[in-house]
């Protein structure tokens, strides 16, 4: 066969460099020693590290193999109407009143990354700006959302979210940066559990910060992919977000029925757009949502069924939803446990009681330690404990049989690498 020359040179397609978390993970899977540990991955394990399929979503599958009318047909462009009808009311809440105005549309999207996706371009096609005008970010944020602004040619800044002296919020820094920021700012917020750094604004700061995104008339772009799973409540973990809509502001939210379902495969999520309060709210949502429609249906023409399916039957019925909010609280718990152990371990070897306090102060599924690069990559090759380069540690790869294991590797590199 002739050889041929491709027009994709190294020069126009360079090698990308490996994801840094699956790069993780796959260095985790390579190796054969017994005491490994994986803190990296960012999905629920049980106390034996296994990976949990939540009761209520057994119960939902096996309703699902007995319905005789289930079919593999394609779902309509915006996705299963009773799961994104559902799925309005928990993130909003029931009562919402921009759900009884009719002011707020949802699409199903591929989990909370097509969601925040989907946002994404729309505010990239249609949001008004100035040239070049950025969407901020927190420093630091989960790592896609760089990538996915990047790719729909949103510019980029980020504004002072984590305190490296204290382990915990720079609100000062946020509430002075947001505040600077040119009017009209397009603000990436995550409405709990902070990923990476498990590190959340009171109500109080909450409040405070709605006061100047209005003064400023930014548009608050909300990503929730842990709401009932950082603190085992959903209407706590939700009320930043119910807050601002109450407040009138026109934003949009990410939801990702990931990790609060254990449905991490199922790509299951939705995005939801909120205008504020006018006499045309309905016909001006009716315009976003056909366009949103537009978009969608170029990119994915329409979303998968069958982990909808499976959330939608949970939501919609009493019974099964009181025994999701169980199931998340059993998670939810486990997580808090493991916090308590792992801080109590370290704070017993170093003997300063409080030195490890940012641990059960940071909540949901991360905690940003505090460890150096240096210090991660010690403790990787020498304890086999698997922790991502910025000290981000996954608090349910922690269980009763390796938390004391793991703080003593802790505590070893601290004393040891600077």
Request: glycine share 6%.
């Amino acid at each position: 066969m002739a050889t041929s020359t491709s027009v994709f040179t190294a020069a126009l397609v360079p090698q990308a460099p490996e994801d840094p978390l699956f790069g993780l993970m796959a260095a985790y899977r390579r190796d054969d020693s017994e005491k490994k540990v994986d803190l990296g991955i960012g999905a629920y394990r049980d106390d034996n590290a296994k990976p949990w399929v939540l009761p209520v979503v057994k119960k939902a599958e096996e309703i699902l193999r007995k319905d005789p009318t289930l079919n593999h047909e394609y779902l309509p462009i915006a996705g299963l109407v009773d799961f994104t009808s559902a799925a309005q009311k928990v993130i909003l809440g029931s009562s919402s009143p921009a759900i009884k105005e009719k002011r707020v549309t949802s699409l199903q999207t591929i989990s909370g990354t097509g969601a925040v996706h989907l946002g994404a371009l729309f505010l990239s096609k249609f949001y008004p700006r100035s040239p070049n005008q950025a969407v901020y970010f927190s420093s630091p944020t989960w790592a896609n959302h760089n990538q996915i602004f990047t790719n729909v040619q949103l510019p980029i800044k980020t504004y002072p979210y984590f305190s490296a002296e204290t382990k915990m919020l720079d609100f000062a820094g946020m509430r002075s940066s947001i505040e600077s920021a040119p009017e009209g700012s397009i603000l990436l917020l995550h409405a709990c559990a902070h990923n990476p750094t498990g590190v959340d604004l009171t109500r109080e700061q909450w409040i405070e910060l709605s006061k100047i995104i209005r003064a400023k008339k930014h548009f608050p772009f909300f990503d929730c992919a842990y709401q009932g799973f950082a603190s085992g409540d959903l209407e706590n973990d939700a009320w930043a977000v119910r807050y601002f809509v109450e407040q009138g502001f026109e934003l949009c939210v990410a939801q990702s029925f990931a990790k609060n379902f254990g449905l991490y495969g199922e790509r299951a999520g939705a995005f939801h757009f909120i205008t504020g309060p006018s006499s045309d709210a309905v016909e001006r949502i009716g315009r976003i949502a056909s366009q949103l429609a537009v978009l969608q249906r170029s990119e994915i023409s329409n979303p998968p069924a069958y982990g909808a399916r499976i959330a939608s039957l949970v939501l919609n019925d009493p019974a099964l939803f009181k025994e999701w909010e169980a199931n998340l609280r059993t998670m939810s718990g486990r997580i808090k446990d493991m916090r308590k152990a792992l801080r109590e371990h370290l704070e017993k070897y170093n003997g300063k009681e409080g030195s490890w306090k940012h641990i059960t102060e940071q909540i949901g599924m991360f905690s940003f330690t505090g460890l150096t690069e240096k210090q991660v990559l010690k403790i990787r090759d020498e304890a086999h404990v698997y922790i991502t380069k910025n000290g981000r540690i996954s608090m349910a790869g922690l269980n009763t049989g390796n938390v004391e294991y793991v703080a003593k590797a802790i505590d070893k590199v601290v004393k040891e690498v600077s």
